[in-house]
């Protein structure tokens, strides 16, 4: 590309960075390529039918292992299929008690830790009963008017909403956001949200998508009930066994019996795990990708990471495109993932979209219940992954031209229990794939070394019909885990993208 046409190009780049926020600003969607480029904490509500079965308790046993990274607004008890006519806060209650006998101990190993008052004060009921039924104009609930404020705030990060059951909490805050503010207000508070949805749980889900079509929305239409869930990306988790839809992955870090023995046997948040009776935290992924892990993949669904992969577009039934499953092969990239199993073959899913990170996971999992009674010395921490002299966890994003290598150094990480490191650099073939958006080809020298060397080989990656085209420009994701010796071993992760020119003819 000459310097003038580079010149343009960087012009409209950052003439339609403002038009993004213009747009989203007054009832656009947000575009599929968007980037949500904030920091500080997720902001989280979480929406749970927990009592109903084990799974909820077991998410969320893990999720306040994880309170000092996120930025919790609500945690609402809410009605599902499953609980129809209740709801239970005590659960609730209970494990944020025995997070409150553990958090003098967690400080020791990390900052952040909110006091267990303040996340008790944030338990509260939603909709009393089922589905759309118990959502209308005199049927506000705690949980609703908790939405409704957190998406009221002076704050420029989005709102997460984690739902793990029924929806219809959520339905009665828009409800009542579109009857009470002008339309701009709504578009405005409707930009703040981003929402992952565990399957359809009741029939407020598909509501919400036809009425309020620019809202993001995470998950896999569904009937209310589980015959679908089998082919849930969210299933990737621990499916294996019961869905039987986990083929190549290692399933043995998601038995009872290793619960048993890394989870369970350690303090009182371990007491409060219990046995799962299908899966183990099947709601786990509507939270599990805001950790600060260094895949960012809650800045774009099409990034991939601990929560899965997804693709933008409108599923059959629909009204409105969404981030969901499925997609056209003619690009070479769906919602699925190829990944290499336990057994050395390549399978291709898109419950591998999380099983392939599940290891890692898992092991710390484990290390941040050991967080819950050890002193610092006796625990594993996380390495800090430093790439080409930059700290920190947010993405590294590249201008590379085709055939020119570029140097990737990692020697300047570091553990903090003094560990052995190992360096694992690969290229994620189809994360950040989104309409009209070419998937550039790499090579990487090097990959099991703390300095690596990738150079890009194409713009563009062929496709199933090669088509007689300009490609100026492609992406391409490298992600590096770096896991260091301790016990359990621990990864830490950082996402370079790289931009790539073509070369100049």
């Not at 575009?31 to 009592?51: E, Q, Y």
């Not at 553990?102 to 909709?127: C, F, I, Y």
């Not at 909403?161 to 828009?174: F, Y």
């Not at 009741?202 to 589980?226: M, T, V």
């Amino acid at each position: 590309m000459n310097p003038r046409k580079r010149m343009l190009v960087n012009r409209w780049s950052g003439i339609a960075i403002g038009l993004f926020f213009a747009l989203t600003a007054n009832g656009q969607p947000l575009p599929p390529n968007f980037v949500d480029d904030f920091t500080g904490k997720p902001r989280v509500i979480v929406l749970t039918d927990m009592g109903n079965e084990p799974d909820d308790q077991m998410s969320f046993v893990r999720l306040l292992l994880y309170a000092n990274e996120l930025d919790f607004e609500a945690l609402v008890a809410t009605t599902s299929t499953w609980q129809k006519n209740k709801v239970q806060m005590e659960p609730m209650k209970k494990i944020v008690a025995a997070y409150g006998e553990v958090r003098a101990n967690l400080l020791k190993h990390a900052t952040g830790w909110p006091e267990a008052a303040q996340l008790d004060a944030m338990v509260m009921s939603g909709q009393l009963a089922y589905g759309m039924a118990a959502v209308g104009p005199d049927k506000m609930s705690p949980g609703a008017e908790a939405i409704i404020r957190a998406a009221d705030k002076n704050d420029p990060r989005p709102l997460w909403i984690s739902v793990w059951g029924g929806a219809n909490t959520l339905a009665q805050a828009l409800q009542h956001m579109r009857a009470t503010r002008s339309p701009a207000e709504v578009d405005k508070l409707i930009a703040k949200l981003r929402v992952y949805a565990i399957s359809d749980q009741d029939d407020a889900g598909p509501w919400i998508r036809r009425e309020f079509p620019h809202l993001h929305y995470i998950g896999k239409p569904s009937s209310p009930d589980s015959g679908e869930y089998l082919y849930a990306t969210w299933t990737g988790i621990s499916g294996d066994a019961y869905y039987r839809n986990g083929q190549g992955a290692d399933g043995s870090t998601v038995t009872n019996e290793w619960l048993e023995t890394n989870i369970r046997a350690k303090g009182p948040l371990g007491k409060l795990y219990p046995h799962f009776a299908f899966i183990m935290e099947g709601d786990t992924p509507a939270f599990l990708g805001l950790t600060n892990n260094g895949l960012n993949s809650y800045r774009n669904p099409s990034w991939g990471g601990w929560s899965g992969r997804y693709i933008w577009r409108q599923p059959y039934g629909e009204a409105h495109p969404m981030w969901t499953q499925g997609g056209d092969l003619f690009g070479r990239v769906t919602s699925q993932d190829a990944v290499i199993g336990i057994d050395g073959k390549t399978y291709i899913s898109d419950q591998a979209t999380i099983w392939r990170w599940r290891n890692a996971f898992q092991q710390e999992f484990a290390a941040r219940m050991d967080w819950t009674i050890k002193p610092y010395a006796q625990a594993n921490h996380n390495p800090v992954v430093i790439v080409n002299g930059k700290d920190g966890t947010a993405p590294i994003t590249l201008d590379v031209d085709v055939g020119k290598p570029v140097p990737l150094d990692a020697s300047a990480s570091k553990d903090p229990d003094g560990n052995k490191l190992s360096y694992q650099w690969f290229h994620y073939e189809e994360a950040g794939f989104v309409p009209r958006t070419n998937m550039a080809a790499v090579k990487i020298a090097q990959g099991n070394a703390a300095k690596a060397t990738v150079t890009a080989t194409a713009a563009c990656r062929p496709i199933w019909r090669p088509m007689n085209r300009p490609c100026p420009t492609g992406i391409a994701h490298i992600i590096l885990a770096v896991t260091d010796n301790g016990m359990p071993a621990l990864t830490s992760y950082r996402r370079v993208i790289l931009n790539v020119r073509a070369a100049s003819n």
